[in-house]
């Protein structure tokens, strides 16, 4: 059966906080809802469940994400998200669309840092979105304020994380190169996003410098991004390791 969580106890958020941190797309779906809850109208998420939770799904603003057990009813959940008039969403039993890097708790990222480069943490908003901005389609420059909103919300609640690499050229001046964010941060896990060089400055190992920095923050917690295909090797050099598709 498949129920809105509207309130939730202590022990029912522990538990569904368990469920969800043993799946990537758990980890993502569960940033938000720890940092809004259930008094928002633009989150939404509800859980499966028999004698203990099958599957959590949520949509914020509009995207919906589904994670989903062994134990599963996959039908009921389609036919759940066909009444909801979902024409897509993101889910763990849908194969073939992003590869699940993984990388375990205490694992040793393995990407090589670049001198004169130093980490910022959650800090100049608007320089992180006019980097993933000009490198992602799905970001528009016009929308800053909106995406400020809530990504500054998520920062104050610790259910996430901006990062950016500031890197000095041969005169000495600091330049913003890449960007990453910590999309949900859990208790024992971090789903990476966004992850981002400026066109000029890709190559020149920057990206590694920067994923390096940010897992050594999160060494005691496992940490998943999704990626195509074509990025699974730059992945795999930096110490994650191929976990699945979804």
Known sequence: MIRLIENTTKEELEKLT????????GVRALGPFLAYGTGYDFLDAWVQETDEITAFITRFYGAVTV???EGADRDEIEEFLAVLGVPD????????????????????????????????????YKAFYDIISECHDDYDAARFEDWYVDMSHRVRHGTADIFLLACADAAGTNSFVSAAAA??????????????????????????????SVCSKYADRTVYLLCDDDKVPFYEKAGFHKESEC
């Open 18 to 25: 368990a469920f969800a941190e043993t799946d990537c797309l």
């Open 67 to 69: 994670c989903a057990g």
């Open 89 to 124: 969403f993101t889910a763990n039993f849908e194969k073939g669309r992003k590869n699940v890097m993984k990388l375990e708790r205490g694992g040793d990222c393995k990407a090589l840092p670049v001198t004169n480069c130093n980490c910022i943490e959650n800090s100049n």
């Open 183 to 212: 999309l949900s941060v859990t208790p024992h896990c971090v789903f990476l996003s966004a992850i981002s060089t400026l066109p000029q400055y890709r190559g020149m190992h920057f990206a590694h410098t920067l994923i390096r």
